[in-house]
Nanobody
Framework: QVHVAESGGGSVQAGGSLRVSCEVSGYGSTQYCLGWFRQAPGREEREGIVGTDMRFGTTYYVDIVKGRFTGSRDNAKNTVFLQMNGLKPEDTAMYYC????????????????WGQGTQVTVSS
């Protein structure tokens, strides 16, 4: 069974940086995707922001985080990282990690194994 767990997060002032991590277990190979989603306060939808192909390392970004957020992976630890720089108050959200079948890394609707989330708060 696939298990996803986030760590990191916290509070930072605008312009600061944070890194969150996500470890997955239950896959027998690197043929899967790990993605980052976030859910802002008061909003029902989780928006996909970064997706990583664990086999080839290809990373997909949505426009609102390009140039500020960087996804990376460590296959030896079955872990992905999200480095967030230049944080803005509007980045405040619960950040979730999720897994998807290989080949679906940029398709946010295909992510079907979820972690519990980690809170990121950016103050102005």
């Amino acid at each position: 069974q696939v298990h996803v767990a986030e760590s990191g997060g916290g509070s930072v002032q605008a312009g600061g940086s944070l890194r969150v991590s996500c470890e997955v277990s239950g896959y027998g190979s690197t043929q899967y995707c790990l993605g980052w989603f976030r859910q802002a306060p008061g909003r029902e939808e989780r928006e996909g922001i970064v997706g990583t192909d664990m086999r080839f390392g290809t990373t997909y970004y949505v426009d609102i985080v390009k140039g500020r957020f960087t996804g990376s992976r460590d296959n030896a630890k079955n872990t992905v990282f999200l480095q967030m720089n230049g944080l803005k108050p509007e980045d405040t959200a619960m950040y979730y990690c999720a897994a998807a079948p290989w080949g679906a890394c940029g398709n946010w609707s295909r992510y079907n194994y979820w972690g519990q989330g980690t809170q990121v708060t950016v103050s102005s």
